[in-house]
């Protein structure tokens, strides 16, 4: 998985994973919404729901023990499942096409991916993302990269300059198999 995701995610609240399968369910229980890993697999839950996983499989998570971040935005799990398997759709510069021009659009055509604008912008990198008729919104912005969210984030983002990429992403849920011995 790449680097900046994982220096990313694993600065935010941590906890013991254990269990495997029956931990996953439990996370999915409480609706959690992070990721988890365990050895070099990474899986990134949203609401409970397993969206994708990294470096393994499902059954990476069979019996296994790690550790569960927290997301502190709902937006970056569903971003960090998304990136690696972007696809470039289009690509605008904010001057002749704002982002939220492309934002009603894309929420209008149950879109499923995100938008970047991180070229040619000096205040940091800002993220929007489509999933299932809805879109969130994450900034990591100067130098801390202190994060923005939601309307917050969408509102910088739409009076920055720069150039924005447009990434479709398949995504779907992941079923989370029962433990052994379960019935």
Request: hydrophobic share 35%; net charge negative.
């Amino acid at each position: 998985m790449d680097s900046e995701i994982v220096d990313a995610v694993t600065e935010w609240e941590s906890a013991s994973f254990s269990g495997g399968y029956e931990g996953l369910h439990g996370l999915a229980d409480r609706e959690f919404s992070g990721a988890v890993t365990q050895g070099t697999a990474w899986a990134f839950m949203l609401n409970g729901r397993l969206i994708g996983v990294e470096d393994g499989s499902v059954s990476s998570f069979d019996g296994a023990d790690g550790t569960a971040y927290e997301a502190p935005a709902t937006a970056l799990p569903l971003l960090y499942a998304m990136q690696p398997h972007g696809e470039q759709q289009a690509q605008y510069y904010t001057n002749e096409k704002p982002i939220s021009e492309a934002d009603a659009t894309l929420s209008s055509g149950n879109f499923t991916g995100y938008i970047e604008l991180s070229e040619n912008v000096l205040s940091g990198d800002y993220y929007t993302v489509y999933y299932g008729g809805k879109s969130m919104s994450a900034a990591f912005v100067g130098n801390s990269r202190q994060l923005l969210t939601d309307e917050e984030a969408f509102e910088r983002a739409d009076d920055e300059v720069g150039i924005y990429t447009v990434y479709a992403a398949d995504l779907d849920v992941i079923e989370i198999p029962e433990p052994a011995g379960a019935t």
